[in-house]
């Protein structure tokens, strides 16, 4: 009997974690924006790919209410897993708080990181997001 019961115990708790093994991707359709915080994922509908938004590598852009001679740029580091195959990209943006894009195989990522710097405050890793739409060249 406590052989069973340790083993009910056992498969219960096997169970429950396979269940919070969801990696929470959202699906979304091309031409469509969406966001994504650290550590997200979205698929994208009707194409064979999904991206993960991974961190923030660094953000040198100019914080707002400070006079700066480089408008500086955000990085931000994504898997992307296209046709079975998942591959890392650094999205690059300026500092000019303008979205930016960028060619993957054949898609165009436009992306915006937010939020933007301000003088005298500290964003934390976990407050950024990326906004992001994926669409096709063909």
């Avoid at 480089?70 to 591959?87: F, P």
């Avoid at 960028?102 to 301000?118: S, T």
Wanted: glycine share 6%; charged share 20%.
């Amino acid at each position: 009997m406590k052989k069973l019961i340790t083993l009910l115990v056992v498969s219960f708790c096997l169970v429950a974690s396979l269940a919070g093994c969801n990696t929470g991707a959202q699906d979304y359709p091309l031409n469509q924006q969406f966001t994504l915080s650290p550590g997200q994922s979205a698929k994208i509908t009707s194409e064979d790919i999904a991206i993960t938004f991974n961190k923030v590598l660094n953000d040198s852009r100019c914080p707002v209410g400070a006079t700066c001679i480089w408008e500086g740029q955000v990085q931000c580091l994504i898997s992307i897993k296209l046709d079975g195959k998942t591959e890392q990209l650094t999205l690059t943006q300026s500092g000019s708080d303008t979205a930016a894009s960028q060619i993957y195989d054949k898609y165009r990522l436009e992306f915006n990181v937010k939020p933007y710097p301000k003088l005298n405050d500290t964003i934390n890793s976990s407050e950024y997001v990326l906004e992001l739409k994926v669409s096709s060249l063909s």
